[in-house]
């Protein structure tokens, strides 16, 4: 149980262009969802905390204008990197937390890797 | 500021070697202590969890840690590792009042050699 995954795992878009990734709770319900940003050999920072109906929250120094996040129903947030630039080139992971466990633990999509060229 | 430092980046060791990740934290107020591992092409999954109680805490396939306050750590062990420990490993944080927020460290690659 307590599944998450992420579509697509890799993307390679122009730069210039907007590409949107998905992140979906598969066998549970998650009001809120986390987006991070891995770059090599660096930790996973949090960029934005997104709760279902609501605009999400987003860490100092993350830009909301550039990165839109959108989460809609229970199983699925989006984050759409806006006119990306090569500097945008990382690794993103999502992760969920079960509304009914009660608990602050998070599950961990598999990431996707976005190259800007 | 809250930081959390993995000094070794990576840790090659002989299949039935012990090991241990390190992992230092700073933190000014209480903060509860996750190690979780990432395999290949896969998500960070869950290993092992100090949230309060027994300092010392396991994890279902032979991992340990142990929570050192006064040495602001949280180091990983097993006394024998196998192939299939091959994988990223990464310690995270957080404090009490924002359980919202992960600190993570920046990540141990344990490399397990036949």
């Known amino acids: 149980g307590a599944v998450v995954s992420q579509h697509p795992s890799r993307v390679i878009c122009k730069s210039g262009t907007s590409v949107k990734i998905e992140c979906r709770s598969l066998?549970?319900?998650?009001?809120?969802m986390f987006w991070y940003r891995q770059f090599p050999k660096k930790s996973l920072m949090l960029m934005a905390t997104s709760n279902e109906g609501s605009k999400a929250t987003y860490e100092q120094g993350v830009e909301k204008d550039k990165f839109l996040i959108n989460h809609a129903s229970l199983t699925l947030s989006t984050l759409t990197v806006t006119s990306a630039h090569p500097e945008d080139s990382s690794f993103y992971i999502c992760?969920?937390?079960?509304?009914?466990?009660?608990?602050?633990?998070?599950?961990f999509g598999p990431g996707t890797r976005l190259t800007v060229t | 500021a809250q930081s959390v430092t993995q000094l070794d980046s990576q840790v090659p060791v002989f299949e039935e070697a012990p090991v241990e990740l390190r992992c230092n934290y700073s933190s000014s107020v209480s903060v509860y202590l996750f190690w979780y591992v990432q395999y290949p092409n896969q998500g960070l999954q869950l290993l092992l969890k100090y949230l309060s109680g027994s300092t010392l805490v396991e994890s279902i396939n032979g991992f340990e840690a142990e929570f050192n306050k006064s040495q602001t750590s949280f180091h990983l062990r097993k006394p024998s590792v196998h192939i299939s420990d091959t994988a990223e490993y990464f310690c995270?944080?957080?404090?009490?009042?924002?359980?919202?927020?992960?600190?993570f460290g920046s990540g141990t690659k344990l490399n397990v050699k036949p």
């Open positions: 992760s969920a937390r079960d509304a009914a466990s009660g608990t602050y633990e998070q599950y």
């Open positions: 066998d549970f319900q998650a009001t809120t």
């Open positions: 995270a944080v957080i404090r009490e009042g924002n359980f919202n927020k992960f600190y």
